[in-house]
Nanobody, 119 residues
């Protein structure tokens, strides 16, 4: 089993930044890709970014490319999502996922962390 625990969400003004963290346990973290998704009320789940186990292959959704950066620290079993230039439409619950295949989610999800961007 894999346990994923997100942290770092909160309330921020438009144009601001947040960094989300996802701590993983239960498997050999560095061997599988990880991803971030989000889902707002009444909307479909949206892929945001994924990163391979080695960190050499990264994918972004067009909606966040250039504003969000995914990274990982295998020594800490943690994946990050740095979010800059946040917009009110980025307001959502953000979820960590693994093992992610490019833009498709795997079986394991975190509990989610709320991000609210005020205008």
């Amino acid at each position: 089993q894999v346990q994923l625990v997100e942290s770092g969400g909160g309330l921020v003004q438009a144009g601001g930044s947040l960094r989300l963290s996802c701590a993983a346990s239960g498997r050999t973290f560095s061997t599988y890709a990880m991803g971030w998704f989000r889902q707002a009320p009444g909307k479909e789940r949206e892929f945001l970014a994924s990163i391979s186990g080695s960190g050499t292959r990264i994918y972004y959704a067009s909606s966040v490319k250039g504003r969000f950066t995914i990274s990982r620290d295998n020594a800490k079993n943690t994946v990050y999502l740095q979010m800059n230039s946040l917009k009110p439409e980025d307001t959502s619950v953000y979820y960590c996922n693994g093992p992610t295949t490019q833009t498709r989610p795997g079986d394991y999800w975190g509990q989610g962390t709320q991000v609210t961007v005020s205008s």
